[in-house]
Structures are given as structure tokens and as C-alpha cells.
């Protein structure tokens, strides 16, 4: 099977830009999901083929891939950004979640 | 708009079993690869199983492999996980997430004596 990592957390100030990585060897050839989780709610996509955000998310939401890392980034990180963050692939005949990352905003 | 509305969650004792439902609208049902999600408290997401739109294709996690079964009922809209031997270890919120896009509002299974 394989595995996602991802770091433990982030923090930013207000205004500034946080980055989430996502990092697994099976990311060269596949796609990910990321999905943000606030407390005590159910998880939201944010970014699916590791760069297309669906309709509804805020532009300062940002994908990117290189090689074996899916990179999500928040421009201008606002205070309702604070939550989990999940990244997701499929490969193999099942599904594997990163560790997740907690995005702390102050 | 999207609806994802899951029942079936309880409290059962270790060893015991339970069924989680899932149903879903605002797209055709049987177009979509359906998934269970859970998380444990206070822990991260854990893909448990999938099912393909025709209902012909199961996957599972080996941690539920042998003990739960998944299946769905295209004309009903509705999802399944049937799950059987349950141990401690299966205390989690249960997500069922069509397509892995739209994520219903969880169900809480306690395994507890």
C-alpha cells in the first residue's frame, strides 16, 4: 500500500500565505483530493486534481504538483481558514488519506 | 443541490453488529463511485470502502476486509455498509461520500460494553 504525508501543522499570521504539502511516491502518477474540516463539521472538498478548485471556494485557495508533492496554498490566509486539512489519492484499489494538517491562523 | 442524509449509527457492543444507511439526490446515484469514510475521535480520516455505480465493484480497507460489506440499491438511491465483528477499534464517525465530493453529516458508531 502506500502512504500521503503531510505535516503536522502550519501556522500563519493573518494575510499571509500558508502552504500545505502533500507528499507520496504514488503523487507522480496520481491525483489528489485536499479537503478542509472544521471542528465538529463534516470535511469540504477545496481542490481536486491536485489544481482545480470546485465552484464556491475562494480564489485565495491554490493547488500545485511537482513530481511527488501536491502543494495546497492559501493566499492571504483569513481567520475562517483555521481548520484540518486532508489530502486524498486512490491508487491500488483503495483509498488513503494523509495524516492531515492543522492550519492555525492568528 | 447535492443531499446526503445518513442514518443507522448507535451504540453496539464489541462483537456485535450494525448497518449504516446513506441516501442521496441531486445527481444520478448510479453514476457514482460511493465511499465510506470514518474517523476515529480525535483522529484523521480513514477510507474504509467503495463501491462502483453499478454496484459490481466492491473495495475495502484491510482493516474491515472479511467484516464489513458494502453494497447500494440504485433504485432506492441508497448506500450500505453492513458491518459485522465490531471491535473498539471501529469507534469512529461514519462518512459516506459520493464520489468523494459531497460528504454527508457522519453517524457516530460506539462500540462499547
Known amino acids: 500500500s502506500f502512504e500521503l504525508t503531510q505535516p503536522s501543522s502550519v501556522s500563519v499570521s493573518p494575510g499571509q500565505t500558508a502552504r500545505i504539502t502533500c507528499s507520496g511516491d504514488v503523487l507522480a502518477k496520481k491525483h489528489v483530493r485536499w479537503f478542509q474540516q472544521k471542528p465538529g463539521q463534516a470535511p469540504a472538498l477545496v481542490m481536486y486534481?491536485?489544481?482545480e478548485r470546485p465552484p464556491g471556494i475562494p480564489d485565495r485557495f491554490f493547488g500545485s504538483s511537482s513530481g511527488t508533492t501536491v502543494t495546497l496554498t492559501v493566499s492571504g490566509a483569513q481567520f475562517e481558514d483555521e481548520a484540518d486539512y486532508f489530502c486524498?489519492?486512490?491508487?491500488?484499489?483503495?483509498?488513503?488519506f494523509g495524516g492531515g494538517t492543522k492550519l492555525t491562523v492568528l | 443541490e447535492v443531499q446526503v442524509l445518513q442514518s443507522g449509527g448507535g451504540k453496539v457492543q464489541p462483537g456485535g453488529s450494525l448497518r449504516l444507511s446513506c441516501t442521496a439526490s441531486?445527481?444520478?446515484?448510479?453514476?457514482?463511485?460511493m465511499t465510506w469514510v470514518r474517523q476515529a475521535p480525535g483522529k484523521g480520516l480513514e477510507w474504509v470502502s467503495a463501491i462502483s455505480g453499478s454496484g459490481d465493484i466492491t473495495y475495502y480497507a484491510d482493516s474491515v476486509k472479511g467484516r464489513f460489506t458494502i453494497s447500494r440499491d440504485n433504485f432506492e438511491n441508497t448506500l450500505y455498509l453492513q458491518m459485522s465483528s465490531l471491535g473498539a477499534d471501529d469507534t469512529a464517525v461514519y462518512y459516506c461520500?459520493?464520489?468523494?465530493?459531497?460528504w454527508g453529516q457522519g453517524t457516530l458508531v460506539t462500540v462499547s460494553s
Open positions: 461520500v459520493p464520489n468523494m465530493d459531497y
Open positions: 441531486g445527481f444520478t446515484f448510479s453514476d457514482y463511485v
Open positions: 486524498y489519492s486512490a491508487a491500488d484499489n483503495r483509498g488513503v
Open positions: 486534481r491536485d489544481t
